[in-house]
């Protein structure tokens, strides 16, 4: 069944309007469309050391006040040797060709020429450009602490079947905390764009929170338990005991040893939301990780995966639905359960139907595919 949008609606009475002769435009057919990706920020210097170090960012966000809706895929990737930040945005709507673009002779913006880069320090909830401080607008000259990078629709509110990829690109040297959150678009039926979730080369600790995509986070290979702390430190840490060869390896009394220093890692797609999440570890560090598929309809096939290689992790499945590890146990002086903490939660084991890019879209009368979703695993060198 084909729909007529607003948008289409309003350009054909105003062509009706001015001559009752004229044709409506052909405004093509009503379907996915997307935009090329698009750099936005460009190498921009991303302080790593100082008082001016970015110690936090923040990608992506749910809907607020009929805004600031990405409902789409994130991508993070750890891949600049400069310390720069780089941002791409790739746009999204399903509807008609002035759905997407507009029309110039009706002087009627598009979804594409409304939606673009929101990116200022902030801690709560955002306000349009104009209503910001112009010295929080992370884009000018340096990157700044405790930015947040989100999309923002220029207009009275954010149609419904539209959003934005992001993808950021990070120094590999970054070490602050990393916040993602993204949502899925099921406004249109035949079209049910999951909010997907890629990082690659994470060294540090963070909360990444989906709906019903899929997430592959891969650790960087040099991850270590206390991600901020000194090198000097947690060299001291290793070494750690009456011979300084270790003996007690980061016990609580080493410069790196308290509580308060442990990465803390936290991957949820919460109730009643059905995920695939995979995180990849390195197999040296020390690290404990909890996996939990919190679905109340038990039982089910959705039973999380560690893979646990013998001699270097001790693996619990008590709970089929919740087993726990730690991998490398640095020595009986270090407090069990501690490390860098990788916990990871599902909140439903249920077939999801799924889009992943436009020429994959069934057409308007199609049925999606759809696979299991709410399966989790941790894994060395598996993505």
Request: charged share 25%.
């Amino acid at each position: 069944m084909k729909h007529l949008t607003l948008a289409s609606v309003l350009v054909a009475l105003v062509a009706g309007c001015a001559d009752d002769t004229t044709k409506p435009p052909v405004v093509g057919e009503i379907k996915p469309r997307e935009t090329e990706w698009e750099v936005v920020v460009n190498a921009l210097p991303f302080p790593l050391d100082g008082d001016t170090r970015v110690r936090s960012l923040t990608v992506g966000r749910k809907e607020f006040d009929e805004n600031f809706a990405n409902r789409g895929n994130i991508e993070v990737l750890y891949d600049h040797d400069d310390p720069t930040i780089t941002i791409e945005v790739k746009k999204y709507v399903y509807g008609d060709e002035i759905d997407a673009n507009g029309d110039m002779a009706a002087g009627m913006e598009g979804v594409f020429q409304r939606l673009s880069l929101w990116a200022y320090v902030n801690s709560g909830n955002p306000s349009p450009p104009p209503q910001m401080d112009p010295a929080d607008d992370c884009t000018k000259d340096t990157w700044k602490d405790g930015c947040q990078v989100l999309v923002y629709y220029d207009g009275k509110a954010q149609a419904e079947r539209s959003g934005a990829d992001l993808r950021v690109r990070l120094p590999r040297g970054y070490r602050g905390q990393l916040f993602v959150n993204t949502e899925d678009n099921t406004t249109e039926q035949s079209y049910p764009r999951r909010g997907n979730i890629t990082i690659d080369g994470l060294c540090s600790g963070g909360d990444i929170r989906l709906e019903a995509g899929w997430a592959k986070i891969k650790m960087c290979r040099d991850l270590v338990p206390t991600p901020t702390c000194p090198s000097a430190d947690i060299q001291a840490c290793e070494n750690w005991g009456p011979m300084n060869m270790g003996e007690e390896a980061w016990s609580k009394d080493c410069p790196c040893g308290g509580g308060d220093f442990f990465g803390q890692l936290t991957i949820r797609a919460p109730q009643p939301w059905a995920s695939n999440i995979t995180v990849d570890i390195p197999s040296t560090v020390w690290l404990n990780t909890t996996l939990q598929n919190t679905s109340t309809m038990k039982p089910h096939e959705c039973k999380p995966q560690i893979d646990c290689p013998q001699g270097i992790c001790v693996l619990n499945t008590d709970d089929e639905y919740a087993p726990f590890a730690e991998f490398n146990y640095p020595s009986p002086a270090a407090p069990s359960g501690a490390g860098f903490n990788v916990t990871v939660e599902s909140g439903g084991c249920t077939q999801i139907p799924f889009v992943d890019a436009p020429d994959q879209w069934p057409g308007d009368d199609g049925e999606p595919p759809s696979e299991l979703r709410g399966n989790l695993k941790v894994c060395t060198d598996c993505l």
